[in-house]
T-cell receptor, first 113, second 115 residues
Framework: GENVEQHPSTLSVQEGDSAVIKCTYS??????FPWYKQELGKRPQLIID?????GEKKDQRIAVTLNKTAKHFSLHITETQPEDSAVYFC????????????FGTGTRLTIIP | EAQVTQNPRYLITVTGKKLTVTCSQN?????MSWYRQDPGLGLRQIYY???????DKGDVPEGYKVSRKEKRNFPLILESPSPNQTSLYFC??????????????FGPGTRLTVT
């Protein structure tokens, strides 16, 4: 089955700096890669996703890049703000076949004011 | 309001006492899923359902059962709970059925403690 590895497990950055979280996946058939943000005591919420027919997607301060050859994808947050502090999870799934969504183990991001 | 609801939100029980955690969504979503969240292990999928009467195992199905008799409901059943099932459980739903996985909307979570 699919295996998703996520690094780092914790990350602290100064407010205003950029943060990058990386994930690798094992199943070359995976073609859907979402990122979820979970604030303390809250439910996970989708912040951005990418499908395998594109290499990059951007939404304001958040971007995701995908390298299908290397089987890794990354979340980039620019101009970080205190409200970006949360746990971030990457995930991978193969659409139209085995619709299981496999999550990474999470990255706790702390923004230092 | 479009939402996924779970009940109960908190539950403390004893080993072996059967329990059910309910999950309901009012968005007419085809896909529903259960996850457990444990420190350092992230979110692991227990079971999922692509449509009514269609369920399939996720990565950690042992000790759990589900059913999907109606589109809106997807209960999680622990026939004989054990302490290693102490966890935070999330139900989620998404619009896609046979169309595959897309954005999942999570319920508020159920914190289960088995003593």
């Amino acid at each position: 089955g699919e295996n998703v590895e996520q690094h780092p497990s914790t990350l602290s950055v100064q407010e205003g700096d950029s943060a990058v979280i990386k994930c690798t996946y094992s199943d070359s058939a995976s073609n859907y890669f979402p990122w979820y943000k979970q604030e303390l005591g809250k439910r996970p919420q989708l912040i951005i996703d990418i499908r395998s027919n594109v290499g990059e997607k951007k939404d304001q301060r958040i971007a995701v890049t995908l390298n299908k050859t290397a089987k890794h994808f990354s979340l980039h947050i620019t101009e970080t703000q205190p409200e970006d502090s949360a746990v971030y999870f990457c995930a991978a799934a193969f659409n139209f076949g085995n619709e299981k969504l496999t999550f990474g183990t999470g990255t706790r991001l702390t923004i230092i004011p | 309001e479009a939402q996924v609801t779970q009940n109960p939100r908190y539950l403390i029980t004893v080993t072996g006492k059967k329990l059910t955690v309910t999950c309901s969504q009012n968005m007419n979503h085809e896909y529903m899923s259960w996850y457990r969240q444990d420190p350092g292990l992230g979110l692991r999928q227990i079971y999922y359902s692509m449509n009514v009467e269609v369920t399939d195992k996720g990565d950690v199905p042992e000790g759990y059962k589900v059913s999907r008799k109606e589109k809106r409901n997807f209960p999680l059943i622990l026939e004989s709970p054990s302490p290693n099932q102490t966890s935070l459980y999330f139900c989620a739903s998404s619009l896609s059925g046979t169309g595959g996985v897309d954005e999942q909307y999570f319920g508020p979570g159920t914190r289960l403690t088995v003593t």
